[in-house]
């Protein structure tokens, strides 16, 4: 009804002003510290994952959002992995920086620099960036990341449908994570975010307190994938997540 549709606009309002003020009073003195460890990649991704590990979920129960994570062990820092989630609420980079494991960098497209605040903090933290303005540039981007993950030993964590999908549904998956699997060997371990839409949707302000059941599955092995098979090997992982999913949150099937 249109009184409890206003109140959780009124909710997502405080929510994200409470969020950011306790992003300006934490992330002044972070960002301050990174300056000093511009020459050390691997120690400020680390320690972006710490301050993500103690403001993340500060900022998740803000919005009255109860987060549990199921398998929670297979989020192992010690072994570097290829973790991609759907992408699906506004809680999706919340989730992100709250249970990437130690050592973990997020890849997002170069635009985001220009993002105030969160351009800036993301570039300090030493996460990485694709350029996706054409093919040629991709493959490049790709590869670099591939050599900075294997010279620092970092895991990866990638929305691999490339965007926000707006009613919950999970979207076609685009070939970047299998590419850097191909490049690094490194196993993909697929997150499912379970009903984040209803918690809060995708590019709107609404916000329903609520439960949130985030699940990681099986690491799946990748050091026998080959470029000649990458179409099988990205439906593969798309069906793994899509029947992971809730009926009314699949794939919905292409028409012929």
């Known amino acids: ?26 992330g002044i003195p972070y960002c301050i510290l990174l300056l000093f460890l511009l020459p050390v990649r691997s120690v400020r991704i ?3 994952n710490y301050y993500g590990h103690a403001v993340g979920p500060i ?7 109860k987060m549990h994570v199921k398998n929670k062990e297979r989020l192992d820092p010690t072994r570097p992995a290829i973790y991609i989630t759907n992408h699906s609420s506004n809680l ?16 997002s497209k170069k635009q985001l620099v220009y993002t105030p605040f969160f351009g800036l903090v993301y570039l300090l933290s030493g996460h990485l960036l694709i350029d996706r303005s054409n093919r040629s540039k991709a493959i490049k ?12 030993n970092l895991s990866l964590w990638i929305w691999p449908e490339g965007t926000r999908s ?5 979207l076609p998956f685009k070939k970047g994570f299998v590419h ?23 590019r709107k ?12 599955l099986s690491p799946i092995d990748t050091s026998a994938w080959t470029l000649e098979t990458l179409d099988e090997h990205l439906r593969m992982v798309q069906d793994i997540c899509n029947e992971a999913l809730s009926p009314e949150q699949r794939l919905l099937p292409v028409e012929s």
């Open 59 to 65: 900022l998740i129960a803000l919005t009255g959002t």
């Open 1 to 26: 009804n249109k009184s409890m549709f206003s109140f959780s606009k009124v909710r997502g309002f405080a929510a994200t002003t409470l969020g950011f003020i306790v992003l300006g009073i934490t």
């Open 166 to 170: 707006r009613d919950g549904r999970l």
């Open 92 to 107: 999706d980079p919340l989730i992100a920086i709250s249970i990437c494991p130690i050592g973990g960098c997020g890849i």
């Open 205 to 216: 302000l609404d916000i329903h307190p609520g439960k949130l059941p985030v699940e990681v």
């Open 141 to 152: 981007s790709m590869n670099r990341i591939a050599d900075i993950v294997q010279k620092h």
């Open 46 to 48: 680390k320690l972006g």
């Open 180 to 202: 850097l699997a191909l490049a690094t060997k490194l196993p993909i371990v697929p997150i499912i975010t379970h009903d984040g839409h209803k918690r809060w949707p995708a």
